[in-house]
């Protein structure tokens, strides 16, 4: 008996990644962790899942640091999900442009509303348009900015 193929994200976590899973678990609605794997007492590795994607993390110094070529997109629903996950991202993080937010681990995170598809489709051309502009002008996305 052969088992499927399964695609997961590899995050390597220079320090203390027992504390990004638990802020993971304390921020997203939807997270399971199943496994931990320990090495002299510390978390070495653990596989787990947050709304459903699937992840492996592995703590060691000896890795890389998390760069802006590769971020995590939430695509979550209305202002007030926006709000409350950019600030807690955001409480030891770094902001960046267009719902772009950087973890306290140097994770990169895209916070975007799915209304948010609603204004960057309109079908009028220079509303789409102007509201591309906006979205270029913003750190985190804000509704109101946005011509229905």
Known sequence: MSA????????????????ALDFYAATFKDVVIREKNYMNEKLFTADFSIYGHEFIGMCTERGDTFNNAISLSIQCD???EVDRLWA????????????????KWGLQW?????QMRDY?????????????????????????????
Not at 121 to 145: R, V, Y
């Open 110 to 114: 895209q916070i975007t509303p799915f």
């Open 120 to 148: 960057l489709g309109n079908s009028d051309p220079e509303k789409a348009q102007a509201n591309w502009g906006k979205l270029m002008q913003m750190t985190k996305i804000q509704l109101s900015d946005f011509i229905a």
């Open 88 to 103: 807690a991202i955001g409480a030891e993080g770094e902001p960046g442009n267009c719902g772009w937010i950087k973890d």
């Open 4 to 19: 499927p193929s399964v695609l997961k994200t590899f995050l390597w976590y220079g320090d203390d990644m027992e504390a």
């Open 78 to 80: 209305g202002q007030e």
